[in-house]
């Protein structure tokens, strides 16, 4: 059995930093745009993985390896831009996404940006 947490994430269930990937969040108002804020890590490929990987790769299937990877790089990310926008004095961040690109055949870039503000409950 797997652990729910080697091949998902996202925030907490309690943030102090609540992450959307919508423009708005019901029930809110936001009160100030502070501004784009981003999280990035940048990945080498681990050479057993890599391994491993091209061996399943022509038996087909779930590379699990690379999924973990890449589960923990885009958490790492995400970490990095939630303080980002604590640090900033944001309470939440709207439109959040996810870039990921090679970087330079040396390993992958994760990115995660949105737009960091200030958010209060509608009353």
Known sequence: MTDIEDF???????????VVTTND??????????????GLTVRS????????????SMLGGELKG?????????????ERLVEQ???????AVLAMR???????????EICAYGTAVVVSPVS
């Open 85 to 91: 926008a604590r640090v900033r004095g944001g309470n």
């Open 25 to 38: 969040v019901p029930g809110y108002r936001v009160d100030r745009v502070i501004g784009e804020v981003f």
């Open 8 to 18: 998902g994430g996202g925030t907490p269930a309690n943030p102090d930093v609540l």
């Open 66 to 78: 690379l999924t973990k990877t890449l589960v923990d790089s885009r958490n790492q990310a995400m």
């Open 45 to 56: 490929r681990h050479l057993g993985t890599q391994i491993g990987a091209s061996f399943k």
């Open 98 to 108: 996810f870039d990921v690109t090679e970087a330079a055949d040396l390993g992958t």
